[in-house]
């Protein structure tokens, strides 16, 4: 009989999932592999800042990165997920698509809920549509005024950097509750304080967004920061698609996996990349990214492929290796880290992290359709 894997969501790991599953299952069972995605077009998310800063980006067709025959692509919404049927719903064609095996991969969006106005005034680089409308919006109020970006995380700082550059007219200020770029070593951290004087972002470091209003911010304690445009890049959230089918999650949405990224509560259904609790062997929580999100999917795959196999599948090892961090076009930072993700001594700076960085956003994308190399953003 026919095992029918669906994937849900063709983000980077997505795609690996299904690439990966599909070459793996290949000689073992007729296995079938559907992925589901609500665009066509793979959405190069470690790039949205570059697009919000008016760069076109390549097109990426799903139907090219998809390397083996056997995957059924479909352009569909899913709306809802039956875990007691198995099946998902496709919003769009309005009918149900039953699965053997669900891999969940529906990735993230900006986090909009956790501070009042921020849903109706900030702006957002996280997906595709809002990092082009704030392209649109920059390029419309001719680039001029303040523009105050919420979040010290490495997606603040790209996007603080990339529109600094892109809207010389503009005043960028990055507002973050702790410092910019805490797990980066000092001597990086000295080099993004110098980038960030060349570029002439103002940085307000200790600050703690209460409200985001037409106007600007206001912080714990009151004060006032003006800005015309607010920018939000302090946080992912996930969809509710996981929660609302009672799989047990944890307080973010996240599916909450074991080592082999199977769902505790539905053992048909895998989670993978920002959509899934992720977790260290020690417990730790790894962060939302490309990083994390790959080597689960080519974990998941290849835990799909053990059982349908009849072995018991190996558990996730994970270690972290560098943050790659875009500082506009032509400079960057590397931080190479340990294994927990602290920071080594050693750091790239300048043009060549920049090469470094483009070259390993280009090599996942290559990875993608080569599912078994490691990715290493
Ligand atoms: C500006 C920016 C810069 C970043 N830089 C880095 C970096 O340098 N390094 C790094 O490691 N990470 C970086 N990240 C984070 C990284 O992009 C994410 O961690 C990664 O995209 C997660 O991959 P994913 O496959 O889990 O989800 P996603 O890439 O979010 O993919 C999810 C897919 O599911 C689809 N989808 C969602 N809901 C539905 C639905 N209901 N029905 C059908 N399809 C749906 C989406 O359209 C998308 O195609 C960056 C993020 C941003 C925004």
New binding site residues.
């Given amino acids: 009989m026919t095992h029918h894997i669906v994937v ?7 795609v690996i999932a299904a690439n990966l599953t599909a070459r793996l299952t290949a000689r073992l069972t007729d296995a079938r592999v559907t992925l ?4 066509d077009r ?2 190069e ?5 570059q697009l919000a800063a008016g760069q076109v980006l390549r097109d990426l067709p799903l139907a090219d990165l998809l390397v083996e025959p056997r995957i059924e692509l479909v352009v ?4 809802a997920v039956d875990a007691v049927a198995g099946t998902v719903r496709l919003g769009r064609a309005g009918r149900d698509l039953g699965y053997d095996t669900l891999v969940y ?5 900006a986090d909009l809920e956790s501070v009042p106005g921020a849903a109706e005034h900030a702006w957002t ?3 595709p549509a809002d ?1 082009a409308r704030l392209r649109d919006h920059l390029t419309a109020s001719a680039s001029g005024g303040v523009l105050a970006v919420v979040g010290g995380g ?2 603040g700082i ?2 603080a950097a990339e529109l600094a550059e892109a809207y010389p007219g503009l005043k960028v200020r990055l507002v973050t509750e702790g410092v910019p770029g805490p797990g980066l070593s000092e001597r990086a951290r000295r080099h993004l304080r110098a980038t960030f004087a060349r570029l002439g972002v103002e940085v307000r470091e200790g600050a703690r967004v209460a409200e985001v209003r037409a106007d600007g911010l206001v912080l714990d304690g009151g004060e006032h920061v003006g800005a015309g445009t607010v920018v939000w890049a302090a946080g ?1 959230a996930v ?1 509710g ?1 996981a929660r609302e089918a009672g799989l047990a999650v944890d307080d973010h949405g996240r599916v909450i996996v074991d080592r082999t990224l199977r769902s505790v509560s539905h053992l048909d259904i895998l989670a ?4 899934a609790a992720l977790r260290t062997e020690d417990g730790k929580d790894l962060r ?6 790959i080597p689960s ?1 080519q974990q998941a795959a290849r835990a799909i492929a053990a059982r349908l196999a009849g072995r018991e599948p190996r558990p996730l090892r994970f270690r972290y290796f560098n943050q ?3 500082l506009g076009r032509d400079d960057g930072i590397v931080q190479f880290v340990r294994s927990d993700d602290t920071p080594r001594r050693a750091a790239l700076t300048g043009r060549a992290a920049a090469r470094y ?1 483009e070259a390993i ?1 280009r090599g996942t994308v290559y990875g993608m359709r080569h599912p078994s190399i490691p990715g290493y ?1």
């Avoid at 569909?76 to 709306?79: E, I, N, Q, W, Y």
């Fill in positions: 849900i969501g063709a983000g980077y790991s997505g589901v995605n609500e665009s793979f959405a998310r470690v790039r949205l800042h569909d919404r899913v709306t991969a529906l990735g993230s969006r680089v996280a997906v990092a490495l997606t790209e996007a992912f969809p698609l993978v990349g920002d959509a939302m990214a490309c990083a994390t999100g999917a790659c961090v875009s960085k956003v953003l």
